[in-house]
T-cell receptor
Framework: EPEVTQTPSHQVTQMGQEVILRCVPI?????FYWYRQILGQKVEFLVS????????KSEIFDDQFSVERPDGSNFTLKIRSTKLEDSAMYFC????????????FGDGTRLSIL | DQQVKQNSPSLSVQEGRISILNCDYT??????FLWYKKYPAEGPTFLIS?????DKNEDGRFTVFLNKSAKHLSLHIVPSQPGDSAVYFC??????????FGPGTRLSVLP
């Protein structure tokens, strides 16, 4: 069964550094998402992406965040200048184009900011 | 603003019995609901969905019930198995927009 893959599984970065989290969505999916889960808290929506542009973003997704689909397969989340509070699990998800389809998640990247 | 609530942070059930996980929502525009299961160190795995035109959807051991007037849905797992022990998230969306997740309920199925 096709799946969403995320790399790396764990990223350790110094505060203030830039980090790029990578995702390969399911190949025929059209909608792409990033979520995060801070330890012990709920899964929070960050951003959705469709047709090469952001379709929706949350208050968390401020100017330090950006997303890109640089080619036909990858979907990346960049955090420009990381802060301690960015430490979390970051999940990528994708879904097919038809309405009322579930999102399928990757296994996440654990981001640790030191 | 918690649009999707799961008021029980944890639930313990004996193997073979029924597990009932509950979810409440406040946004009457939500028309599509999902349940996800999450194991530690893995991403959420889609379990079952229901759209607002139905009040029940069944898939094997999993059944989701939707009560639109009460803005309540529940996931029934029967019979419960130890491998069902995980965190269960309810999620809802309105008109194909982004999903809003509940905080999750940790289910422990005891052998």
């Amino acid at each position: 069964e096709p799946e969403v893959t995320q790399t790396p599984s764990h990223q350790v970065t110094q505060m203030g550094q830039e980090v790029i989290l990578r995702c390969v969505p399911i190949s025929n999916h059209l909608y792409f998402y990033w979520y995060r889960q801070i330890l012990g808290q709920k899964v929070e929506f960050l951003v959705s992406f469709y047709n090469n542009e952001i379709s929706e973003k949350s208050e968390i997704f401020d100017d330090q965040f950006s997303v890109e689909r640089p080619d036909g397969s990858n979907f990346t989340l960049k955090i420009r200048s990381t802060k301690l509070e960015d430490s979390a699990m970051y999940f990528c998800a994708s879904r097919a184009g038809q309405i009322n389809q579930p999102q399928h998640f990757g296994d996440g990247t654990r981001l640790s900011i030191l | 603003d918690q649009q999707v609530k799961q008021n029980s942070p944890s639930l313990s059930v004996q193997e073979g019995r029924i597990s009932i996980l509950n979810c409440d929502y406040t946004n009457s525009m939500f028309d599509y609901f999902l349940w996800y299961k999450k194991y530690p160190a893995e991403g959420p795995t889609f379990l079952i969905s229901i759209s607002s035109i139905k009040d029940k959807n069944e898939d094997g051991r999993f059944t989701v019930f939707l009560n639109k007037s009460a803005k309540h849905l529940s996931l029934h797992i029967v019979p419960s198995q130890p491998g069902d022990s995980a965190v269960y998230f309810c999620a809802a969306s309105a008109r194909g927009q982004n999903f809003v997740f509940g905080p999750g309920t940790r289910l422990s199925v005891l052998p």
